[in-house]
């Protein structure tokens, strides 16, 4: 019998199972199945934080059964300061310029338990400098007037829940939507559209192409300013090619849309194993990259993780 390996998402996952008998001319569909798994998130059980008793502090930078790059180490790692200790030197470290290399650090019991960290208060932090968030207020004033448009499947879409969250203070609604979704009741004539791509439940001659999608969702918010006020951020978790790329390029070239910003996110982790409609890379395709945080990455680029841009 062969073995496949699945993918599973966080939270609730279904996998069907078919008995078929494939000796007639269509394949008769005897009996199905459903497998219901649910993976629990790290932070799941976990309680409450409290700053003033003894911890130790440890680094991630990858996970040992999802290592990427070779001659780093993985697992978690203990530091030598308290979690207290490690606060107060990154706040005088000095502000960061672009997307330095870093690694996660996370307050734990112990180093040797993941189990007993709290998760809830990992943090990503460069190893020289430090990325100062703007306070909400300013944060939401130097977004004032954006129109956002995201297209990507659901790992993008959880970060587009964390910047509504930053922003808004608050997660009023959260789905895992496969379609598409709107939020223009943000203030300051705010606005986040995300549309669902690819839709990979359908069949191949029944999905709408990538030009159609971004075309459509783009033409619906007519018009739009061709600055950084108009935002759009592509990518996932493996769809990504060359070809997005280049319709992305075409598309917004025809639409005279060639001045705004233009974010585009890499490939996830987790490609170093072989898993079944997953492609797989080894290692050595990612040499010479370095892991950041989405997020913090558009906050930057749109100028807004230190200083808003001088100009509107």
Same mark, same amino acid.
């Given at each position: 019998?062969?073995?496949?390996?699945?993918?599973?998402?966080?939270?609730?996952?279904?996998?069907?199972?078919?008995?078929?008998?494939?000796? %007639?001319?269509?394949?008769?569909?005897?009996?199905?199945?459903?497998?219901?798994?649910?993976?629990?998130?790290?932070?799941?059980?976990?309680?409450?934080?409290?700053?003033? /008793?003894?911890?130790?502090?440890?680094?991630?930078?990858?996970?040992?059964? =999802?290592?990427?790059?070779?001659?780093?180490?993985?697992?978690?790692?203990?530091?030598?300061?308290?979690? /207290?200790?490690?606060?107060?030197? +990154?706040?005088?470290?000095?502000?960061?310029?672009?997307?330095?290399?870093?690694?996660?650090?996370?307050?734990?019991? +112990?180093?040797?338990?993941?189990?007993?960290?709290?998760?809830?208060?990992?943090?990503?932090?460069?190893?020289?400098?430090? *990325?100062?968030?703007?306070?909400? =207020?300013?944060?939401?004033?130097?977004?004032?007037?954006?129109?956002?448009?995201?297209?990507?499947?659901? +790992? @993008?879409?959880?970060?587009?829940y964390y910047m509504l969250e930053m922003l808004n203070g608050t997660l009023a609604h959260w789905?895992?939507? %496969?379609?598409?979704?709107?939020?223009?009741?943000?203030?300051? *004539?705010?606005?986040? +559209?995300?549309?669902?791509?690819?839709?990979?439940?359908?069949?191949?001659?029944?999905?709408?192409?990538?030009?159609?999608?971004?075309?459509?969702?783009?033409?619906? *918010? =007519?018009? /739009?300013?061709?600055?950084?006020?108009?935002? =759009?951020? @592509?990518?996932?978790?493996?769809?990504?090619?060359?070809? %997005? @790329?280049? @319709?992305?390029?075409?598309?917004?070239?025809?639409?005279? /849309?060639?001045?705004?910003?233009?974010?585009?996110?890499?490939?996830?982790?987790?490609?170093?194993?072989?898993?079944?409609?997953?492609?797989?890379?080894?290692?050595?395709?990612?040499?010479?990259?370095?892991?950041?945080?989405?997020?913090?990455?558009?906050f930057y680029l749109l100028g807004c993780s230190t200083t808003c841009p001088s100009s509107r």
């Amino acid at each position: 019998m062969n073995s496949v390996k699945w993918v599973l998402d966080i939270g609730q996952n279904v996998i069907t199972i078919f008995v078929a008998d494939i000796s %007639h001319a269509e394949v008769w569909i005897l009996q199905r199945y459903y497998v219901y798994i649910a993976r629990a998130e790290l932070s799941n059980n976990e309680g409450p934080f409290n700053v003033f /008793l003894k911890h130790q502090v440890c680094s991630l930078v990858q996970e040992c059964d =999802l290592t990427v790059f070779a001659g780093k180490r993985c697992g978690l790692q203990l530091m030598s300061e308290s979690w /207290l200790q490690l606060k107060e030197r +990154t706040h005088r470290l000095p502000s960061c310029h672009g997307t330095p290399e870093g690694r996660w650090v996370v307050p734990c019991m +112990t180093c040797n338990n993941r189990s007993s960290c709290f998760w809830r208060n990992s943090t990503w932090l460069p190893y020289d400098c430090i *990325h100062r968030v703007l306070p909400r =207020l300013q944060l939401r004033y130097c977004w004032a007037e954006r129109k956002v448009f995201i297209i990507g499947d659901s +790992t @993008i879409r959880g970060v587009m829940y964390y910047m509504l969250e930053m922003l808004n203070g608050t997660l009023a609604h959260w789905h895992k939507s %496969h379609t598409s979704l709107s939020y223009s009741d943000l203030g300051q *004539h705010m606005s986040f +559209t995300f549309a669902y791509y690819p839709q990979f439940w359908l069949s191949e001659n029944q999905q709408p192409v990538f030009e159609r999608v971004l075309y459509t969702l783009l033409r619906k *918010h =007519l018009p /739009l300013k061709n600055s950084q006020q108009t935002v =759009l951020i @592509i990518g996932g978790l493996q769809w990504l090619t060359n070809h %997005h @790329i280049n @319709i992305t390029h075409y598309v917004l070239k025809r639409m005279g /849309l060639t001045d705004i910003a233009v974010i585009v996110k890499g490939y996830g982790a987790g490609f170093t194993q072989p898993a079944d409609g997953i492609r797989y890379y080894d290692s050595v395709s990612f040499e010479g990259l370095a892991p950041v945080p989405v997020a913090m990455c558009i906050f930057y680029l749109l100028g807004c993780s230190t200083t808003c841009p001088s100009s509107r």
